[in-house]
């Protein structure tokens, strides 16, 4: 077990939807990072959050977006989801922005029918 | 980005070590070398990184060329649950001062009884 909570677990919506993910970090870290898993892309960096500000962006579609808390939680949302938006979706934290260490969560499944 | 190749897929006998090959011809000076596993499609597992020198803990040892440009991540003593994919990572500094973790594909190690 990481530390890393995320919910839900699995999700079934219907393309045009939108959907929320979530994730609380490990007790201690303020940073957190979001990525994507899709069958032929590998783990997609989307984005990173440290202390409830955006730090850096990677391959993240105009369609989603996040947020960081400042309770530490973070949001992604997506939004007019497609086919291919169906992923594992991971978060991950770490104590500090420069992330000496990473420690993912156990990923939400989002099937889009 | 600095940019790692890893062998798609490896086997290995119960009980003997596995070593895992990876290239990061374009490594920076400053960049850092990560191993995770991920095990059928549960978060990836940190296991050990390095910059220069080898490096050893209770699950591996990293084992870093001098010229940086490629490493060998070394289970001692496979066993079947070590069966996962395995990721070679460099970890790239943004312009923000933090970092990416930029996932290859992998390499999927079986180990076998």
């Known amino acids: 077990d990481s530390g890393v909570t995320q919910t839900p677990k699995h999700l079934i919506t219907a393309t045009g939807q939108r959907v929320t993910l979530r994730c609380s970090p490990r007790?201690?870290?303020?940073?957190v990072y979001w990525y994507q898993q899709s069958l032929d892309q590998g783990l997609q960096f989307l984005i990173q959050?440290?202390?409830?500000?955006?730090?850096a962006k990677g391959n993240i579609l105009e369609r989603f977006s996040a947020q960081q808390f400042p309770d530490l939680h973070s949001e992604l949302n997506l939004s007019s989801l497609e086919l291919g938006d169906s992923a594992l979706y991971f978060c991950?934290?770490?104590?500090?922005?420069?992330?000496?260490?990473?420690?993912f969560g156990e990923g939400s499944w989002l099937t889009v029918v | 980005d600095a940019k790692t190749t890893q062998p798609p897929s490896m086997d290995c006998a119960e009980g003997r070590a596995a070593n895992l090959p990876c290239n990061h011809s374009?490594?920076?000076?400053?960049?850092?070398v990560y191993w995770y596993r991920q095990i059928h499609s549960q978060g990836p597992q940190y296991i050990i990184h390095?910059?220069?020198n080898n490096e050893t803990n209770e699950m591996a040892s990293l084992i870093i060329t001098e010229d940086r440009k490629s490493s060998t991540l070394i289970l001692p003593h496979a066993t079947l649950r070590d069966t996962a994919v395995y990721y070679c990572?460099?970890?790239?500094?943004?312009?923000?001062?933090?970092?990416?973790?930029?996932f290859g594909t992998g390499t999927r190690l079986k180990v076998l009884a």
């Open positions: 991950a934290s770490s104590v500090e922005p420069s992330g000496n260490t990473i420690y």
């Open positions: 007790s201690g870290d303020l940073s």
């Open positions: 959050y440290y202390n409830g500000e955006e730090r």
């Open positions: 374009t490594i920076s000076g400053n960049e850092y």
């Open positions: 390095g910059l220069k």
């Open positions: 990572i460099v970890r790239v500094p943004t312009p923000s001062g933090t970092y990416k973790y930029i």
